[in-house]
């Protein structure tokens, strides 16, 4: 079992930037794929980021490929997200997931542990 608690949202205009924290607890972190997910309201839960366990395969969605980093540290048990010129359509609710794999992918099903999420409000 893991336990997930995201943390750094918040409100920022855009063009700033923002660095989002997942912080695990439970079995060994150091073994599982992380990755990060966003719903904006009304909208279907999507893929934004992925980083393998020894973080040398990272993954990213298209709409946010040269502005968000994911990085972790295993030492510290935490998986990052920060996220540069941001746009107001990166509104959403984000989400930390972990993969019961080490080797990440981008789709949702092959997670299996989830955070409640930190809301992130971008304004025009």
């Known amino acids: 079992q893991v336990q997930l608690v995201e943390s750094g949202g918040g409100l920022v205009q855009a063009g700033g930037s923002l660095r989002l924290s997942c912080a695990a607890s439970?079995?060994?972190?150091?073994?599982?794929?992380m990755a990060w997910f966003r719903q904006a309201p009304g909208k279907e839960r999507e893929f934004v980021a992925a980083?393998?366990?020894?973080?040398?395969?990272?993954y990213y969605a298209d709409s946010v490929k040269g502005r968000f980093t994911i990085s972790r540290d295993n030492a510290k048990n935490t998986v990052y997200l920060q996220m540069n010129s941001l746009k107001p359509e990166d509104t959403a609710i984000y989400y930390c997931a972990a993969g019961a794999r080490a080797s990440a992918t981008i789709y949702s099903g092959m997670y299996d542990y989830w955070g409640r999420g930190t809301q992130v409000t971008v304004s025009s």
């Open positions: 980083i393998s366990w020894g973080s040398i395969t990272t």
């Open positions: 439970g079995r060994t972190f150091g073994s599982n794929a």
